[in-house]
């Protein structure tokens, strides 16, 4: 078997059928891949209606576990993936028609270990759920040829502004399974650490230039919610993400990895310092908990933000409060002084 696509599922009723439909409108033999959905403890219709799919389509397999969250659903995808190569796909996303053929000849003639390709956002459909009101949300660039050179992750990451998400490549699972990289179960951010540990094994990794995935922007999403409990948890993570990242920075300084490849890597990392510091000031986090997570990040050298600014983070709005956030005694008065207006706001735009 050629493929395993893997579709973790929660509470999604409304989208799982366009995706499972995108799916199945494929140039692939039914016998050469797999779809496997794993339902993560639905309370919906998400999981009879992943259930009427597989019964008329015999390539379409259903797992279900209690909810552990995506990065779990996902492990155990992995788990019970029998294709040469794995793809996870969210359900509310979709697939052009007829890619999967194209994409997988060219991992296997290249004997890739990891193939991405281009993603194009979305903000609402039509009738029929075809996508409108497009824009690129994703667009490497390796020059006019339709495959990039082969490289290394690391030369990859060096020169590509790469995304977080895993919808956007192809994964060869004997390379994956040799890596032993799993996904971080019940934290957010589990995409930004399983991609770039991935990429940073990779011995073949390639761009094909082909718009094969169709991404849906929508509001209310898990990174956007300001509830307050789930509005720390988020800060918490992305702090995490951190974290995890400085260990890879340090192996990639001591195996004297491609520069630009450390320098992107470390402005990655502190991305998530910057935008948690923003979130913080937003949030209910107490001042003790603000100056402790800044003394982590200050130890692994993820802050002050000396890194953060280049190619892949320039807005205007950037720079003016990266210039204030690096002094640590002016974040330490914003939080103070903003922080309250926030918590009040929150109070009383909390339904009742």
Not at 231 to 248: E, Q, T
Request: hydrophobic share 40%.
């Amino acid at each position: 078997m050629k493929l395993s696509v893997i579709v973790p599922v929660y509470d999604v009723e409304k989208h799982l059928a366009r995706c499972l439909d995108s799916l199945l409108d494929q140039d692939l033999d039914k016998n050469n891949y797999e779809i496997i959905v794993i339902n993560d403890g639905s309370k919906d219709d998400s999981v009879k209606i992943a259930q009427n799919y597989a019964l008329m389509y015999g390539h379409i397999k259903i797992i279900n576990q209690e909810n552990g969250g995506v990065g779990s659903a996902r492990n155990n995808g992995i788990d019970n993936a029998s294709g040469d190569y794995i793809y996870f796909i969210d359900p509310d996303d979709y697939l052009i028609s007829k890619c999967l053929s194209k994409l997988i000849d060219t991992c296997e003639q290249n004997k890739l270990d990891i193939l991405t390709f281009l993603s194009t956002s979305f903000f609402s459909v039509d009738s029929e759920g075809k996508s409108i009101s497009k824009r690129n949300n994703f667009n490497v660039s390796f020059g006019e040829n339709e495959l990039s050179p082969i490289v290394t992750g690391d030369d990859y990451v060096a020169n590509v502004k790469y995304n977080n998400a895993v919808w956007w490549f192809f994964i060869n699972r004997e390379f994956l399974k040799k890596s032993g990289i799993k996904f971080i179960e019940g934290r957010w951010m589990e995409d930004a650490i399983f991609s770039i540990e991935l990429f940073l094994e990779a011995k073949r990794m390639a761009h094909f230039k082909l718009e094969a995935h169709r991404y849906m922007v929508a509001p209310g999403t898990a990174m956007t919610s300001r509830e307050p409990k789930h509005y720390l948890g988020v800060i918490r993570d992305n702090i995490n993400a951190a974290l995890v990242f400085d260990p890879l920075i340090k192996r990639l300084k001591q195996d004297k990895s491609n520069p630009n490849c450390i320098k992107r890597v470390k402005a990655r990392q502190q991305s998530f310092v910057f935008f948690s510091m923003i979130r913080m000031i937003m949030s209910a986090m107490g001042f003790d908990e603000v100056k402790s997570i800044m003394n982590k990040m200050s130890e692994i050298n993820a802050y002050p933000l000396d890194s953060f600014l280049g190619k892949d983070y320039d807005a205007f709005s950037y720079r003016i409060l990266v210039k204030l956030f690096n002094r640590k005694d002016i974040f330490y008065i914003l939080f103070m002084f903003f922080n309250p207006f926030f918590r009040l706001k929150d109070k009383f735009l909390k339904p009742a």
